[in-house]
Nanobody, 115 residues
Framework: QVQLVESGGGLVQAGGSLRLSCAAS????????MAWYRQSPGKQRELVADISSGGSTNYADSVKGRFTISRDNAQNTVYLQMNSLKPEDTSVYYC?????????WGQGTQVTVSL
């Protein structure tokens, strides 16, 4: 079973940038979709962005134009470049890998954006 480990979270001021990484213990090329989700206290986990094996991307409206998802199959890593961060982006960010009915999650990384 492939394990996912997120890194790159932290505290940043509004307007700043962070790059999250999701390193997989095995090949990610087997997964149809790699994605980033986020969840804040008291809220449902929501999709932030995903990327297909072919490189097609999809973004939540709230992050379009600010976040960029990418995948490096050779390095078995998925990235989320986050620019122009806002306080409302504060959340725990989770990496997700999906293939057909199978899905696996990372443990999450905290992102906190201060005013």
């Amino acid at each position: 079973q492939v394990q996912l480990v997120e890194s790159g979270g932290g505290l940043v001021q509004a307007g700043g940038s962070l790059r999250l990484s999701c390193a997989a213990s095995g090949s990610i090329s087997r997964f149809n979709t790699m994605a980033w989700y986020r969840q804040s206290p008291g809220k449902q986990r929501e999709l932030v962005a995903d990327i297909s094996s072919g490189g097609s991307t999809n973004y939540a409206d709230s992050v379009k134009g600010r976040f960029t998802i990418s995948r490096d199959n050779a390095q078995n890593t998925v990235y989320l470049q986050m620019n122009s961060l806002k306080p409302e982006d504060t959340s725990v960010y989770y990496c997700n890998a999906r293939r057909l009915l199978y899905a696996t999650w990372g443990q999450g990384t905290q992102v906190t954006v201060s005013l």
